[in-house]
């Protein structure tokens, strides 16, 4: 982390689950829906420690679907998180439904290792390559 490399202490540094959860709560996010695994579990936890509301569903395209709702109904982006490759893939219906409805959605994916990325990693998909037609913004990073 940012903090790391400026040596401060292991104990100080943060981590990238908890920068994604304070950047959601400083949105006023109260709600994330998902299904929890490796490598996004962090990011689970982290949100509700800061008082995010993560509600695990038994599949992505419930949780994508019920976090689009939440879009549509609040006018704030509604969080799906899910893990990478076939969690990814079950989202898609979510995201097209709120693509076409212009509905506010935040869809947060894990990904394999990045010094693993072409080697047939766990769960490896082209993510950002396949589904940025369905979204504003994308990023592999």
């Given at each position: 982390?940012?903090?790391?490399?400026?040596?401060?202490?292991?104990?100080?540094?943060?981590?990238?689950?908890?920068?994604?959860?304070?950047?959601?709560?400083?949105?006023?996010?109260?709600?994330?829906?998902?299904?929890?695994?490796?490598?996004?579990?962090?990011?689970?936890?982290?949100?509700q420690?800061?008082?995010?509301k993560?509600?695990?569903?038994?599949?992505e395209?419930?949780?994508?679907?019920?976090?689009?709702?939440?879009?549509y109904?609040?006018?704030?982006?509604?969080?799906?998180?899910?893990?990478?490759?076939?969690?990814?893939?079950?989202?898609?219906?979510?995201?097209?439904?709120?693509?076409?409805?212009?509905?506010?959605?935040?869809?947060?994916?894990?990904?394999?290792?990045?010094?693993?990325?072409?080697?047939?990693?766990?769960?490896?998909?082209?993510?950002?390559?396949?589904?940025?037609?369905?979204?504003?913004?994308?990023?592999?990073?």
């Amino acid at each position: 982390t940012a903090m790391a490399l400026h040596g401060a202490a292991e104990e100080d540094c943060v981590s990238g689950a908890q920068l994604i959860a304070e950047a959601l709560k400083t949105q006023n996010i109260e709600y994330m829906f998902g299904i929890v695994g490796i490598p996004v579990t962090e990011i689970a936890i982290a949100a509700q420690a800061i008082g995010i509301k993560y509600i695990g569903m038994r599949n992505e395209q419930a949780a994508c679907y019920a976090a689009s709702a939440v879009g549509y109904l609040t006018g704030k982006p509604g969080i799906c998180l899910v893990v990478s490759g076939p969690g990814l893939i079950h989202a898609l219906g979510g995201m097209a439904n709120a693509n076409m409805n212009c509905w506010p959605l935040i869809v947060v994916g894990g990904s394999s290792d990045r010094n693993q990325e072409i080697m047939g990693a766990f769960q490896e998909f082209p993510q950002v390559h396949r589904y940025i037609t369905f979204c504003i913004k994308a990023s592999g990073k």
